[in-house]
T-cell receptor
Framework: NAGVTQTPKFRVLKTGQSMTLLCAQD?????MYWYRQDPGMGLRLIHY???????AKGEVPDGYNVSRLKKQNFLLGLESAAPSQTSVYFC???????????FGAGTRLSVL | DAKTTQPTSMDCAEGRAANLPCNHS???????VYWYRQIHSQGPQYIIH???NNETNEMASLIITEDRKSSTLILPHATLRDTAVYYC?????????????FGQGTILTVHP
């Protein structure tokens, strides 16, 4: 059972480039989340989704877009990367019946 | 969402119980207390959660005060592999999207 899988694991971008981070879960969870983690700041919620075709903003959504076209996938996009988006990104999912979040291994992104 | 406060760091001897405190004085009646941990930059891992009553599972015990303003996570026999950052969070459980707020957590170091 893979759980939550994030791709890629590492990425280096130049300022202004775009990229998409992919999150896939095989637990049939309704809810999915994207967090970023910066040194000394814990985890901060970027965007979340309560179901296929629906997304909503978290506490730090600026500069990111998301899409959930399929229940098992949640994509995080950076249209024009900035150095301030250098961070570790975590995806998580949880079921409708129990709010226990399962996290992926993370994507380490550097924007130069 | 309730704000949580945890000590920055704690030490524990291997084989001893590790008691990690958390204050959540503004927790609302329908918010659960959740504990997660993060080992060396891996994705956070769920440990345990509770609403009012004390809880125990194969990983840990959770003691919640009667007024629900604070809680303690207990690792009964800490091992070196329990060295991690431990996050206490308050969030709505059950059939609601599970937004969790993670603070800076407690760095637990287990010594031989």
């Amino acid at each position: 059972n893979a759980g939550v899988t994030q791709t890629p694991k590492f990425r280096v971008l130049k300022t202004g480039q775009s990229m998409t981070l992919l999150c896939a879960q095989d637990m049939n969870h309704e809810y999915m989340y994207w967090y970023r983690q910066d040194p000394g700041m814990g985890l901060r919620l970027i965007h979340y989704s309560v179901g296929e075709g629906t997304t909503a903003k978290g506490e730090v959504p600026d500069g990111y877009n998301v899409s959930r076209l399929k229940k098992q996938n949640f994509l995080l996009g950076l249209e024009s990367a900035a150095p301030s988006q250098t961070s570790v990104y975590f995806c998580a999912s949880s079921s409708y019946t129990k709010n226990i979040q399962y996290f992926g291994a993370g994507t380490r992104l550097s924007v130069l | 969402d309730a704000k949580t406060t945890q000590p920055t760091s704690m030490d524990c001897a291997e084989g001893r119980a590790a008691n990690l405190p958390c204050n959540h004085s503004t927790i609302s009646g329908n918010e659960y207390v959740y504990w997660y941990r993060q080992i060396h930059s891996q994705g956070p891992q769920y440990i345990i959660h509770g609403l009012k009553n004390n809880e125990t599972n194969e990983m840990a015990s959770l003691i919640i005060t009667e007024d629900r303003k604070s809680s303690t996570l207990i690792l009964p026999h800490a091992t070196l592999r329990d060295t991690a950052v431990y996050y206490c969070s308050a969030g709505i459980g059950g059939t609601s999207y599970g937004k969790l707020t993670f603070g800076q957590g407690t760095i637990l170091t287990v010594h031989p």
